[in-house]
């Protein structure tokens, strides 16, 4: 398909062909956005760079904009809150075909389509390499918020859904993982975990539902957040945030069917712990309303483990065994290591 | 001074550090931010490259902070809104000295305390070319906004400032433009003018003032915006956006004292109305009110020209003549030109 270059058609000329994408009112310095009454505004942002994040190889330009926006939706899934939308900084090279810059904006318009929110400002320059930095706004209620730091001994720890598909997926992208002997249907499975990320929304409507019910303050007594940096990271976090311990029980690790024949136990727990980028949320929640998160989800939502007032986060054969093996932050993807 | 690399220290320290200049709650998935009573949130976000809008030559790291921060403060202040605080994306190179994230994050930090604000969040990833996309919350009343598409024939121009001295100083910095001849204290004011903008807040605060003793309604008889990208190209959108046209008087121009005298009096007139970056704002208002505003604000604070019911934006040497110089966009800094 022949497409003019950003050169060609000039930073102009690139606006006005954005502006369809935009909410009415984006063009003048700022746009003004009103919150439904007794609400806040909830922010969280991300940069997302070429070769990093995402690379021709690993992802088509719609599923880039679609991830992030997906990324930082669910950081406002994570913390109980709807999508307002988000704003777009784009740091493109000159020689950026135009049907990159739009396939983005329709994977990104896709997604806030599916889970409410606009595009509501952006910025373009030229850079080097593709850089977008993406802020999603969205609104929620401090008493329906959900914090990281409010876990409490005796809990149950849920993962809403597999993790380690994000990882794997990039494996076969990347050609680290042969496609030899995994069936077509799961390898889409995995590509898409990784391309096509889904913040857990759902997780929260029911969570949100399920406390009313149970007459259980959300800000106070359930801790949560996404598991952007992996299902070790995040129950580390949430951890060493509430000061208590956790047990993770090896056989309730959320390992996707047919990993393990793929790469072997060893490499799928890895992957399951420490892959990375699965969005989904790691909530520590009272065994009741657990078990009714549980059943009202289904899917692959699961309680993983426990948390414990001790200090040990580990992974264990049982609930309450000693001496389990520590889960570890080193292992986490950190930038500059 | 002797600073360990971003790579000597990891992700997980680097953000630690990071951690005293962030407002508290940051670290959780995302920020719940309260609004004033009957305040709606105003968005605007910028993504700044080095090599394209600093570098080592033109800017210490303290002033890219404060200049990421002013550029993203400017355009609250044209809409009118007073400042909540911002999100910082940081994607730099791993040999990246951590003194440069630190010193960029006290002058984001010395903008915010300078103007209000908080640093409301951030992410931090690694890539070939600086990069940092910075978005602004603030606070405003939909009934205090300003647009730029109010404007109406029979209105003066107002600029709030000097044009081009932030230009005048980028050339001092890159050598473009020697010093020999120019009064220290003029190469210092125009570099300050580069590397310090300053949002004007303090007009927006007259303006509102003025308004209320005069019964104007802001959000429908007023138009603004900032002038990043040069005074004509501020002049043009407005105009443009609101359907009227405009004289602009060129013995009134902004031109900075000495720029004349320095570069040649067509150099100064070009960089007085396309060198952009100035960060001033351009305001048509009636000429009560513009007169008004001039005195109260004093400095260079000046009524440019008019607004007309013709169609042409053009520069004239004196009001109500015909056949004047029309300004264009074309000579404004555009991106992938």
């Not at 000039?10 to 369809?20: D, F, I, K, M, S």
């Not at 994570?78 to 983005?104: D, I, N, R, S």
């Not at 391309?195 to 929260?204: E, G, K, L, N, S």
Request: aromatic share 6%; net charge negative; charged share 15%.
């Amino acid at each position: 398909m022949h497409s003019p270059r950003l050169a060609d058609l000039g930073e102009l000329e690139v606006l006005r062909r954005l502006q369809p994408f935009c909410a009415k009112g984006v063009g003048d310095d700022a746009l003004l956005l009103s919150l439904p009454p007794e609400m806040d505004v909830v922010v969280t942002t991300d940069i997302l760079v070429e070769d990093v994040h995402f690379s021709e190889q690993t992802m088509p330009p719609r599923a880039v904009g679609w991830r992030a926006a997906a990324v930082n939706l669910s950081d406002l899934a994570a913390m109980g809150a709807q999508p307002l939308g988000l704003t777009v900084g784009a740091a493109l090279p000159a020689e950026t075909p135009w049907h990159w810059l739009e396939e983005v904006y329709q994977g990104l318009q896709a997604c806030l389509n599916t889970y409410g929110g606009r595009i509501l400002g952006g910025d373009l320059t030229r850079s080097a390499v593709k850089t977008l930095g993406i802020t999603a706004l969205g609104a929620g209620r401090p008493s329906q918020t959900l914090y990281r730091y409010q876990a409490q001994p005796q809990q149950a720890i849920i993962a809403t859904g597999l993790h380690g598909a994000s990882r794997a997926g990039l494996a076969l992208l990347t050609g680290e993982l042969a496609p030899k002997n995994i069936a077509t249907p799961t390898q889409r499975q995995w590509i898409a975990a990784h391309q096509y990320p889904t913040p857990r929304f759902d997780a929260i409507s029911i969570l949100q539902a399920l406390a009313r019910d149970h007459n259980i303050a959300l800000a106070h007594e359930i801790a949560c957040m996404d598991s952007s940096d992996g299902l070790a990271n995040a129950v580390i976090q949430l951890c060493q945030q509430s000061g208590v311990g956790a047990q993770i029980v090896r056989s309730q690790l959320p390992i996707p069917p047919g990993l393990v024949t793929a790469v072997g136990r060893d490499q799928a727990e890895t992957w399951t712990l420490y892959g990375g980028e699965d969005f989904e949320l790691v909530i520590c929640v009272t065994r009741t309303m657990a078990s009714a998160l549980v059943t009202q989800m289904g899917g692959h939502c699961a309680i993983i483990g426990q948390t414990t007032n001790h200090q040990e986060i580990e992974l264990v054969e049982n609930l309450d065994d000693t001496g389990g093996l520590p889960l570890t932050l080193a292992q986490s993807y950190q930038h500059f290591s």
